[in-house]
């Protein structure tokens, strides 16, 4: 397939960390929105995007763009496009759509016109047709439809890159991993410093950083993407990717990563998706209290994702949590940069310590913030002298 536009869609807030990564991979950008990049390529290239991508949600691969006034027009522009050349009709597709059209009420009757024409346009040049339906376990078509401007992608992810095909015990309200890893490269954690998350829970944010530590790629675990269907898929490429990222992985790494958390429960599932993830020797689990957390000697990052009253808890009994975490960041973590994720501004201010940076994110549809806190060896005074004089 020639190159066109690549749509990389993401959460809300993790563009300008997807940005960051589409360029480390030799991308350009051609633009951003608050959920989505766009770069440019062809499908090879969106095979290795979906190898590589920490924060990305999807790989969207442009095939057609085109206006369109009302269904009837739609139709007979999609029947236009040869869909002969992406789908078997042996096969099966899915189509998802995005719809803004004044003409349509229910975004499903868009998706109805978009499968009738790809299976009479298949129907008619071999004779059969494909089957369709929900799932997106094969080849999956978008559909972006805004006032009269359609464009028209084939989905090369399938189900959606977060899905890492680790995570088998999810434990209570986890962090999604596309999340966690922009969450990591907000702290801008260099994999060489050590990395300590009490309140681990599953382990998400302990087994990303893992991952990202010894240059892992996240999608190497899937079995199945949507690209995989498609005709002409270049099964050959896809492995001697594979087999390059596998070749640059790293065994170990010079620094600790250690995930603590007071659940048994908690500490046993994390284990469990840490040796799925192939990552278990990389990490030092921990049951107790976060306040009894070993923090190794030198510098690092240490981040906690403590409950914020929303999905679980009561408030008022939390306060005395946050007002716990600054007491363990200022006794036990000097030296290291400290974080807290939370989604409850009010419980924050309950550390007690000064902010130097406050990042937005959204969990689902809670707003966040990624709290971070310079934890000085000694005063902040005496830091600023020693700069001086040094």
Known sequence: MERTKIIITCAKG??????????????????????????????????????????????????????????DELYDKLIEIPWENY?????????????????????????????????????????????????????????????????????????????????????????????????????????????????????????????????????????????????????????QLRIDAKKNTMKKLNCKIIASDISEEAVSAAIKNAKTAGVEQLIEFLVCDYSETEIPEGEGVVILNPEYGERMGKVKELETVYKGIGDFFKQKCTGYKGYIFTGNLDLAKKVGLKTFCKIPFYNGDIECRLLGYELYKGSKKKQKELLFYT
């Open 14 to 71: 993790i563009a300008p960390f997807l940005k960051e990564e589409i360029l480390k991979l030799g991308f350009s950008v051609v633009s951003e929105t608050v959920t989505s990049v766009m770069t440019e390529g062809n499908i090879e290239d969106a095979m290795k995007l979906n190898l590589w991508l920490r924060t990305g949600h999807r790989v969207l691969f442009l095939i057609r763009e085109f206006f369109s006034e009302d269904p």
């Open 87 to 239: 789908i078997s009709e042996d096969g099966y597709f899915c189509v998802t759509s995005s719809v803004d059209n004044p003409t349509i009420k229910d975004s499903r009757y868009a998706n109805v016109k978009c499968k009738d024409a790809i299976v009479d346009r298949i129907r008619l040049k071999k004779g059969k047709r494909p089957d369709s339906g929900p799932e997106r376990n094969s080849t999956v078509v978008n559909l972006y439809w805004k006032d009269k401007y359609c464009s028209v992608y084939l989905d090369t992810s399938g189900e959606a890159l977060s899905r890492r095909n680790y995570r088998k015990i999810p434990f209570k309200a986890p962090m999604q991993e596309t999340l966690a890893s922009a969450v990591i490269m907000a702290t801008k954690w260099d994999g060489k410093s050590h990395f300590v998350n009490p309140m681990c829970g599953s382990g998400t944010l302990a087994i990303e950083a893992a991952l990202m530590g010894i240059n892992k790629p996240p999608g190497i675990l899937r079995s199945n993407y949507s690209f995989m269907h498609l005709k002409g898929f270049k099964s050959n490429y896809w492995n």
